[in-house]
């Protein structure tokens, strides 16, 4: 059995093949060994070697996606007169955006590949048919919208910010804004500078988007933020899919095989050196969570969980999924929903919503519940809406770029303060155009018959755990030290039209006061492989390790996608591990030379712990450069036994010629 497929069923391709960008060099539990330090340099407890691979595969649990309960240039719109009997709202301009977060010097970077060709145009949000020239003398916009630019300014190509105005004032506009792509959004958004934070704080990204059923488009990367240059050095990126396509055909497919959109996903961040931590999914609910390699020996307990609200709780279309884990010692968890829509069931997602909370349990001595965690990531289709206010008005704030006009009518703003289920959850401020309704395929809001009034149904929120006194729940201490949350950017990506929601994307800076950045494993290798007999891996245990002896060290090719994504494997099984542990001595495997891979890369080791379904313990990348000849072990005893066979022929001959008499020569003709 392959070493990580016990208990969920794997449906990621474990390919990971191919050429990759040069990896970087992380911190974390990367250790080298001594360059003065041979092979056999100092002696190491484990008894035998092992020779390589062993008869079966060991078991290990899996990210399979089910739910376990534990574990070109716009057209311009035309200008019309408002409609009679409505009068002209006063606008006003939004406040002004915080201020960028300090550079971190010192951060880490890594190589990129090369982004993708940018948009011709940055496109916007069209409303239908009531722009306001009706508005009187044209108004400066305010450029805090890049995504949702009114045309006629797309048209005069200016856009951005002169130097800060004063409050209360509207900024000039005075950049001439050229050809603007994805990336260019976090130079113009004041919550969305894309610059690296504070010295030390770790970036996590989170991204919801109601993908309504369709296929996933050619290209994520400006969703993600990864094309932003080395500055946005992301540490993990959380993301959360509604309504991906579960009629009966797809499923049966997702069973045996990774669904489209998380294969997308993968494919797109693993040459960011992203691997898949978790997955969870629930009909067409999905959630993923991503992490650098580099971090994955410490995030440890990682669980999912889901719920089913559709139906009265029987089916799951709507809902919540959640991944928790330990990230550096504190308990973080991370719930996508799919709450009821219409503008009349405020009252039904509350109930949901409550539900959830108190449905979802997990297991260990802390961290049982979704608010008992440190910090809790809550996001998805909320379906909240915009109250009271006409659609024509809604779609003039809009178009006129003072969303301010409408926050205090959004449903989930309202709730925040009157919902005690909802206290002390934060959000960024709606700085972009609502997110729903679209016309599939177009930047403009709904045009048929129902004319559904555009609102931010796509929401994104977080709430810190108040620092606890004492000891906690059934006696233990709660996470180590307290953390602070900073949200850096907060915006929608305009440029994706496969749906009739706008995804929506936030980047968070968080702190911690302090981390547990000690591995569970730390393994030892030597810089490069070049001989069978090289390839030898010591490792040390940490005090209070729960070692199995279903554990495995696996070899990834840079670049891999998850931990089943290894080339090879060895068991983690020393004759002496328990002394080992327990006396904090080295134990050693050796992997044999069927199992390495042939030619040159670069490769790193992951301890695969079982007991914990994650990875305890990685390496910095090392090389791989085995010799080429013969490939496969076939190969190798077929040449030995051709070259056994010309050695034999030549000595035949040999002795046959010794009593063989002289050949008769004849004599040339005269």
Known sequence: MDPARRGSADRGSASGAGS????????????????D????????????????????????????????????TEERPQAHTPPEGLPLPAL?????????????????TFPAPAPPERREMLPKAESSDHIAAWAGP???????????????????????????????????????????????????????????????????????????????????????????????DVDMIAIGLQEVNSKINKRLKDALFTDQWSELFMDVLSPFHFILVSTVRMQGVILLVFAKYYHLPFLQDIQTDCTRTGLGGYWGNKGGVSVRLSIFGHMVCFLNCHLPAHLEKAEQRKEDFATILHMQQFEGPV??????????????????????????????????????????KDQLNIAKSTWPVLRGFQEGPLNFPPTFKFDVGTNKYDSSAKKRKPAWTDRILWKIKPPSKGLGTG?????????????????????????????VAAIFAVQFASKVDKPLVEIYVADEWSRPEQA???????????????????????????????????????????????????????????ALPKGNGEYILGYYSNTSSSIAGVTEPFQVSTAKRFPYPGQRRAAALQT???????????????????????????
């Open 138 to 232: 044209a108004v400066p916009r305010a450029p805090t919208l890049p995504k949702a630019v009114s045309s006629e300014f797309l048209a005069g190509g200016w856009t951005g910010l002169s130097p800060r105005a004063e409050p209360g004032e509207l900024p000039v506009l005075s950049r001439p804004l050229g050809r603007l792509g994805p990336s260019d959004v976090c130079d113009l958004l004041p919550d969305c500078p894309g610059r690296a934070p504070e010295d030390g704080a770790f970036r996590i990204t989170v991204v919801t988007w109601n993908v309504g059923t369709a296929m996933p488009p050619n290209d994520v990367t400006s969703l993600l933020h990864l094309n932003t240059g080395e500055t946005n």
């Open 37 to 72: 330090a041979g092979v056999s340099a100092a002696p190491f407890l484990g008894g035998g070697v092992p020779g390589g691979r062993r008869s079966s595969r060991p078991d290990g649990h899996g990210f399979g996606n089910g739910c376990p309960r534990r574990a070109g």
């Open 92 to 108: 006003l301009s939004p406040g002004p955006g915080g201020p960028p977060s300090p550079a971190a010097p010192g951060r880490v």
């Open 20 to 35: 990759r960008p040069g990896p970087p060099r992380g911190p974390g539990s990367a250790v080298r060994l001594p360059p």
């Open 367 to 408: 961290a049982n519940g979704i608010l008992d965690h440190d910090l809790v990531f809550w996001f998805g289709d909320l379906n909240f809406r915009i109250e009271s206010l006409d659609i024509c008005f809604v779609k003039y704030a809009i178009d006129s770029n003072v969303l301010s006009q409408l926050w205090e």
């Open 536 to 594: 030898v891996v010591r490792y040390k245990m940490a005090v209070g390790f729960h070692r199995s002896s279903w554990d495995w060290i696996g070899l990834y090719r840079v670049g891999f996608r998850h931990p089943k994504d290894y080339v090879s494997y060895v068991w983690a099984r020393s004759d002496d591990g328990e002394r080992c542990l327990e006396k904090q001595l080295y134990a050693q495997v050796m992997f044999s030379e069927e």
């Open 475 to 503: 006696g233990h201490r709660p996470s180590q030290g307290v953390l602070s949350v900073s949200q850096l950017c907060y915006c929608s990506h305009m440029e994706y039209t496969v749906s009739d929601h706008k995804p």
């Open 644 to 670: 056994a066979q010309a050695a034999a022929q030549k000595r035949m001959t040999v002795h046959l010629s010794s009593w063989l008499p002289n050949p008769v020569v004849p004599a040339r003709a005269r």
